[in-house]
Each structure stands twice: as C-alpha cells, then as structure tokens.
C-alpha cells in the first residue's frame, strides 16, 4: 500500500504562486502515471496534470502555460508549480498514482481575488 501525502496548499492573492509537493511512502517507479486532481466546492474532481514515468506531461487547457508538474523518481515527489493564479484555481489538490490508483488526503488551495 502506498502513502501519499500532500503539503504546500494555501491562500494566495490572485496572480501569486503556491508549489504543492506530494511524498509517496514507496518506489514512485512502479507507477506509469503520477497526477494532479483538484476539487472544487460542489464539483467533480478533475484532472489537472499528469506525468508519466518518463517524464511526459499533461496538462488541462485551463492551468496550460501557467502550471508545471514535475516528478523526483529518487525522492519519491512529485511537485506542483502553479504560478499566475486565479481564484477559479481555488480547490482541495490530490496527488495520485495510476495505475492502481493511489489518493492522497489532499491539501486546500485558496485564491483570493
């Protein structure tokens, strides 16, 4: 069972940056995708990034150009760089893995606009 736990959430004035940095418990290299989700009040969870065991990443057209994802397989990290934000970027933030899929308990990020 692998744990995942998230840190670096919390409330930013619109335009200012947050880097959100998830620990996994074991080898990140088993997994072939590593994410980010967020969750909005009285939303679905949705996808906002993603990077694969070689590195390739993804992202959600509504965080491109202003959002990075990064993965440290010696570390076991994954990270969030979220720059320019925007209040409608307000949500709890999840790390997860794929596959099987892995949750961590989430970290809120609040904009203020």
């Known amino acids: 069972q692998v744990q995942l736990v998230e840190s670096g959430g919390g409330l930013v004035q619109a335009g200012g940056s947050l880097r959100l940095s998830c620990a996994a418990s074991g080898n990140i290299l088993r997994f072939k995708a590593m994410g980010w989700y967020r969750q909005a009040p009285g939303k679905q969870r949705e996808l906002v990034a993603v990077v694969s065991s070689g590195g390739s990443t993804n992202y959600a057209d509504s965080v491109k150009g202003r959002f990075t994802i990064s993965r440290d397989n010696a570390k076991n990290t994954v990270s969030l760089q979220m720059n320019s934000l925007k209040p409608e970027d307000t949500g709890v933030y999840y790390c997860?893995?794929?596959?099987?899929?892995?949750w961590g308990q989430g970290t809120q990020v609040t904009v203020s606009s």
């Open positions: 997860n893995t794929s596959p099987p899929p892995h």
